[in-house]
């Protein structure tokens, strides 16, 4: 029998997510006291943790970059998810929803995410080395997807407003999905390499060293776990949202707020994932999480408000602001130029957590 602190960790591990769901359903749609949300906030901090160790398990099994897609894939799909719900529920009032929480995930991911995992790299290893190649067909991706969902509708004229006609929206859903399909495809099958970790030589690392991997029925288990998880993470930060909107209006902050803080709270096991990854010198397995993440959050987001769009009723709102476009188009060029030596110190790392820092004030003071 395993005993310690390995068999306290897979306990807790597996108990966090069957506890954070069964929460869920007692507490979903209900009005809450404060001590049952100050409950939901810890088991959901709780909730992440669990998420990030059995997001880990799995990619150890199916090794990279297998692993950084199983945890971008799952959370967004389960944001979309959420998104679609809150969008059924929320009429007229919801008819941004999509746009923001797309953007807010294309900046935490590209900036926040981005800038911390290189910070950390380059101040622990002195240099973060990453794969230029991979990491610039991903960017290119981010940027073709952001700019067609995002920034046309605001310029386009068939439709009133920042909004698509239904052709737009159907080609534009359509291309989304052609260019994620495209960029799995590339990840997984014809250049794998490209988005491999890299060795201080250039090197791909093909295998990690240090430790056996998984058996399959404990990275089925992980796998399993890791959905309950972030179920229980998506869920709960829905459930701890009316109280984060009372503390963002007594506090007199713009609502946009709102959803940079649940964007945060989905985010986290992400988050958490890469900069892990960038203490052991993984830094593109870092950028193989952050710029995943935001290529899913689009990719598969915008098909599904489409698909949505047919029996909802209300305005979809996908154009983005000018100020908000003059984010997207700085966050692209200064990525451009952190992508291309193929290495960054922590200057690249601080350029991009400014931005994140500018995204953030702005949210709050627009």
């Excluded at 810890?42 to 997001?55: D, E």
């Excluded at 006609?165 to 495209?182: E, R």
């Excluded at 960038?278 to 915008?302: C, E, F, P, Y």
């Amino acid at each position: 029998m395993v005993t310690g602190p390995r068999a306290f960790l897979a306990q807790w591990t597996t108990v966090t997510p069957v506890v954070a769901v069964v929460l869920l359903v007692l507490t979903w749609g209900r009005s809450l006291p404060g001590v049952v949300v100050a409950l939901l906030t810890i088991v959901l901090a709780v909730s992440v943790l669990a998420a990030v160790h059995h997001a880990e398990v799995v990619a150890h099994r199916v090794g990279e970059p297998f692993g950084s897609l199983v945890l971008a894939i799952a959370v967004t799909v389960i944001e979309v998810a959420l998104i679609v719900t809150l969008m059924a529920d929320g009429g007229d009032k919801s008819a941004s929803l999509a746009r923001d929480t797309v953007f807010a995930a294309v900046m935490i991911t590209c900036n926040g995410v981005v800038g911390l995992s290189l910070l950390v790299a380059s101040l622990r290893h002195g240099i973060a080395g990453f794969n230029p190649e991979g990491t610039g067909a991903a960017l290119a991706t981010v940027a073709t997807l952001a700019t067609l969902s995002l920034v046309l509708p605001t310029f386009t004229t068939s439709a009133p407003g920042p909004e698509f006609s239904t052709v737009q929206l159907t080609f534009a859903a359509l291309s989304s999905l052609v260019l994620y399909g495209l960029f799995i495809a590339t990840l997984t099958v014809r250049h794998r390499d490209y988005f491999l970790p890299i060795t201080r030589q250039g090197e791909v690392i093909t295998s990690e060293e240090h430790a056996d991997a998984p058996s399959s029925r404990t990275a089925l288990t992980s796998l399993g776990m890791l959905g309950l998880a972030l179920i229980g993470v998506v869920g709960l930060a829905k459930g701890v949202s009316p109280t984060i909107e009372s503390v963002v209006a007594a506090a007199g902050l713009h609502h946009a707020v709102v959803g940079v803080v649940i964007a945060l709270l989905v985010l986290l096991p992400e988050t958490i994932a890469a900069v892990r990854s960038a203490r052991r010198d993984r830094v593109q397995t870092s950028l193989n999480l952050a710029l995943g993440s935001a290529m899913a959050s689009i990719g598969l987001t915008i098909p599904a408000v489409a698909l949505a769009s047919v029996w909802l009723s209300g305005p979809l709102v996908l154009g983005l602001s000018s100020i908000h476009m003059v984010l997207l188009a700085l966050t692209v060029v200064v990525a451009s130029l952190t992508v291309v030596p193929g290495r960054a110190t922590p200057l690249q790392g601080g350029v991009h957590l400014v931005l994140f820092a500018a995204y953030l004030e702005l949210a709050v003071n627009p």
